[in-house]
């Protein structure tokens, strides 16, 4: 029964932080829909979260593409008499290079998918969560949003963006008893960070004050956190989740 269950959205959800974050809402309590930009990444979703409820949905889904985003919007409408009340944007590109190089597709490409992708996909979202006076928007950011990084002047300028689009938004909202967060992690083991050189993870270790490299379901907790009705005082906020080595 999904009736007195919250439904959570996932953006990215095949894997590293995004995936960690369907797995801990399924495991929670939520009926949580993944998505994935490939039939071959909502068929892993799908199997993942079939071990976990029947209930849940794996979906193709392109941010980019509004006519993806209805699309799969009106399919969760059908399926669960519904709309989703959590919204997690985690679906994200990098196309890192020295601003004196980049591309402006390079730059185009990412500003489109993890900033206007972000605005475009809430914006599908928030009517529901207006009329139901409930929501959560929970967006993943970066602590490069807030540091700056070299090669990634696209990146971070996204990251940073949606830090700014979350405080405006978190004080429109407010009042209807929506919520809207920024979670940034710093330097977390994923497939990604595990083929960088071992020099640059040694760097990096020395300056995180706890000494170790964070891990997927930390960050998942803390969306687990802000999704759920202990965090209903939380919002206009970015929870960093990074051991310290950027601090506030």
């Known amino acids: ?37 490939s039939e071959n990444g909502v068929l892993s979703i799908q199997s993942e979260l079939d071990a976990l409820g029947s209930e849940h949905l ?3 889904l392109n941010i980019t593409e509004d006519g993806s985003i209805d699309a799969l919007l009106k399919n969760i409408k059908e399926k669960y008499g ?9 679906a994200g590109i990098t196309r890192d290079n020295l601003f ?35 929501g ?22 996204a990251k ?6 979350s405080k405006s938004l978190a004080q429109e909202l407010g009042s209807r008893g929506i919520t809207v967060n920024v979670v940034a992690p ?19 270790l020395r ?9 997927v379901e930390e960050v998942a907790n803390m969306v687990h956190f802000l999704a759920s009705e202990q965090a209903s005082y939380v919002t206009g906020s970015t929870l960093h989740v990074n051991g310290g080595l950027h601090m506030e």
């Open 1 to 37: 029964m999904t009736e007195n269950r919250r439904i959570a959205l996932v953006t990215g959800a095949t894997r590293g932080i995004g995936n960690a974050i369907a797995k801990n809402l399924a495991m929670n309590g939520f009926v949580v829909i993944g998505t994935a930009t």
């Open 58 to 60: 794996a979906a193709r």
């Open 82 to 90: 519904k709309s989703p009340e959590v919204l997690i944007n985690n």
């Open 100 to 134: 004196l190089r980049i591309k402006e597709s390079e730059w185009d490409d990412v500003i489109l998918t993890n900033l206007k992708g972000v605005f475009t996909l809430t914006k599908a979202c928030i009517k529901s969560m207006v009329k139901a006076r409930w």
């Open 136 to 157: 959560r928007v929970i967006t993943i950011g970066s602590i490069v949003g807030t540091t700056g990084n070299p090669g990634q002047t696209n990146y971070a300028a």
């Open 160 to 165: 940073a963006g949606v830090v700014g689009f």
């Open 186 to 204: 710093g330097f977390i083991e994923t497939e990604m960070t595990q083929n960088l050189p071992e020099n640059v993870k040694d760097t990096m």
């Open 207 to 215: 300056n995180i004050p706890l000494g170790r490299f964070g891990q």
